[in-house]
């Protein structure tokens, strides 16, 4: 079963358009855009519906950039894989974001809190 | 002023309670813009063979960028620059925190990783709670090796501007996680030989990642040669044309994100 659902935010010609697809137990949110100050509020109700789910993955691969704000949407969605209990995974990081997430230690917090469930 | 004493000043018109209501959140933001100003543009100290100086410019009225010079019972000076998650004035209210967490850490830490984590232990559930986190780059300034000995949690790498070859590159690697990532973390040190003229620019990312009209970073090859291009100047002046560097970049576009940079240079030997 497969279903695909889009929502958007633009503000001051920024935009963040996140597509939403269900794959039986996995559900796969796709960035496109920018995720940052402006947007990242259109992240929040998409990872607070998430529920009853064993896997999500969130596709950075047509997502061109990333601010503080947005690296704070992406440790919520660690926090929430913890206390809800699935497993989140993070796909297409372009270089500039794998090295924003790099430098912050976005991965050291998700192997750590994957570690710690395992 | 609260919004009951405030009430007393409005008449039946709802309207004018707000334009009073707007004055009232117009000043306190200018009265927080100006504490914040004052508290990160104090002089900064005189260090023994080494001249320091920063600067800040938020993208709105107050920022969330932190620096400080802190001088040690040791004689070594200890310098800190960060960024807090967000802007505006949530991310200045946590501004103020980390302040606090680095000027009582410092006091009673050895050296900059202890001093990490004695301010991730102090702030790390206050900023779960409020979901945001700081990263920081943390360096003791030895005057009598000409040593600088750093650590990082989760900031990008300081510049090295070699004092007497045409030479600027990022400071050898230490990586750490962002204050307010996960608890108890271990912060590891590195130390960088510093020769005399030699200068360490501390920076954070509202410079390399200012963007201009068609979506493009002003990146870090660009900051790289603007500071090769400017190396001989006094501190003051490198601050200046890196500032007016990233504007004629962005020719318009408004600032998106805090802009803050600290610059360490070694005195020359007379």
């Known amino acids: ?118 | 002023m609260n919004r009951d004493s405030l009430s007393s000043h409005c008449d039946k018109n709802g309207s004018t309670q707000e334009i009073i209501l707007d004055k009232v959140l117009e000043r306190e933001i200018k009265l927080s813009k100006n504490i914040q100003s004052k508290l990160l543009n104090a002089s900064p100290p005189s260090l023994v063979g080494a001249e320091v100086s920063g600067t800040s410019h938020p993208a709105r009225l107050i920022g969330g960028d932190y620096f400080d010079f802190y001088p040690l019972t040791n004689g070594k000076t200890r310098i800190v620059i960060g960024d807090v998650m967000g802007k505006g004035i949530p991310a200045a209210m946590i501004m103020i925190l980390t302040r606090s967490a680095f000027r009582t850490a410092s006091g009673s830490t050895q050296g900059p990783g202890d001093a990490l984590a004695a301010m991730n232990k102090a702030i790390y559930e206050d900023l779960r709670v409020l979901k945001s986190f700081v990263t920081l780059f943390c360096a003791d300034w030895d005057p009598e090796k000409r040593v600088l000995t750093y650590a990082n949690a989760g900031h990008n790498l300081p510049l090295f501007i070699n004092g007497k070859k045409n030479l600027v590159k990022e400071i050898p690697k230490v990586n750490g996680i962002m204050v307010g990532g996960l608890p108890n973390q271990v912060y590891k040190e590195e130390s960088l030989q510093l020769e005399e003229l030699d200068t360490i620019f501390f920076y954070t990312d509202g410079i390399i990642e200012a963007r201009n009209k068609d979506g493009d970073q002003y990146k870090l090859e660009r900051l790289i040669q603007t500071l090769l291009d400017n190396k001989f100047l006094t501190l003051g002046e490198i601050e200046k044309y890196v500032t007016s560097s990233v504007k004629q970049f962005t020719v318009g576009v408004p600032q998106r994100d805090d802009i803050t940079m600290v610059l360490l240079r070694v005195n020359k030997i007379e």
Do not use: R
């Open chain 1, 1 to 118: 079963m497969c279903s695909i659902e889009k929502g958007d935010w633009e503000e001051n010609n920024m935009e963040l358009t996140i597509y939403k697809e269900v794959q039986g137990e996995t559900t796969i949110f796709k960035l496109e855009g920018i995720l940052d100050i402006t947007t990242s509020k259109v992240i929040e109700p998409y990872l607070n519906s998430f529920s009853d789910m064993k896997v999500l993955i969130l596709d950075f691969s047509d997502l061109e950039f990333i601010d503080s704000t947005g690296i704070g949407s992406i440790m919520e969605a660690i926090y929430l894989s913890q206390e809800k209990n699935f497993i989140l995974k993070l796909t297409g990081i372009n270089e500039s974001i794998h090295e924003v997430f790099k430098t912050v230690g976005l991965y050291q917090i998700l192997d750590k809190i994957h570690e710690a469930e395992i």
